[in-house]
């Protein structure tokens, strides 16, 4: 299982690092995947699919009956909200209605990172130009803080490499939001 590590910046500067999720994740190698194919089809389909995943594995996978995803799945221009009980996950939000934050950018890591400390390092490095610049071309008072999603070392380990650099509109209460797209 892998979770997610988040950087939230205000307007001032000053960073609050948000903790990844805990996972219940067993200890031990990940299983291989198998590389044969099989000669022939079954002949009859199984009687009943599994109606559940196993536990945890929800926070990887997007939710079809919602909005919610994890945010290494969100795009540039993608407009979000975020719960801070559930990091890692972005509920998308139409740009043109109240939202939390807008991607400016989303790269992919390079390299190895074995802690949370070089990843958010290399995450905030790759985040600064592209959101300082789309930052400056806002209107005043518009965005207060920046958030950049970055995977933690065991997500990383596994591949996920995506990082999501956005600009949010209050990264303290949460009670400003923005209201449409970006310039």
Excluded: W
Excluded at 34 to 45: A, C, D, F, T, V
Excluded at 47 to 52: I, Q, V
Excluded at 79 to 84: L, S, T, V
Excluded at 130 to 154: C, E, F, I, M, N
């Amino acid at each position: 299982m892998s979770a997610v590590a988040l950087v939230v910046t205000s307007g001032d500067g000053s960073s609050d690092k948000k903790s990844p999720t805990e996972s219940s994740s067993t200890k031990g190698r990940l299983p291989s995947p198998s590389l044969s194919i099989p000669s022939q089809l079954p002949s009859e389909l199984p009687s009943s699919l599994p109606s559940e995943l196993p536990s945890g594995v929800e926070s990887l996978l997007p939710s079809l009956a919602s909005d919610e995803v994890p945010y290494y799945m969100l795009r540039t221009g993608d407009c979000f909200d975020i719960d801070g009980s559930r990091p890692g996950q972005a509920v998308k939000r139409r740009c043109d209605r109240r939202h939390d934050a807008e991607v400016v950018t989303v790269t992919e890591l390079e390299g190895a990172y074995t802690t949370d400390a070089a990843l958010k390092k290399a995450a905030a490095g790759l985040c600064r130009d592209p959101l300082d610049s789309k930052a400056a071309k806002q209107p005043a008072g518009t965005v207060r803080g920046t958030l950049v999603q970055y995977p933690d070392p065991a997500g990383f380990k596994i591949g996920i490499d995506n990082i999501a650099c956005s600009l949010a509109a209050d990264t303290t209460d949460g009670k400003r939001k923005l209201t449409k797209p970006l310039r």
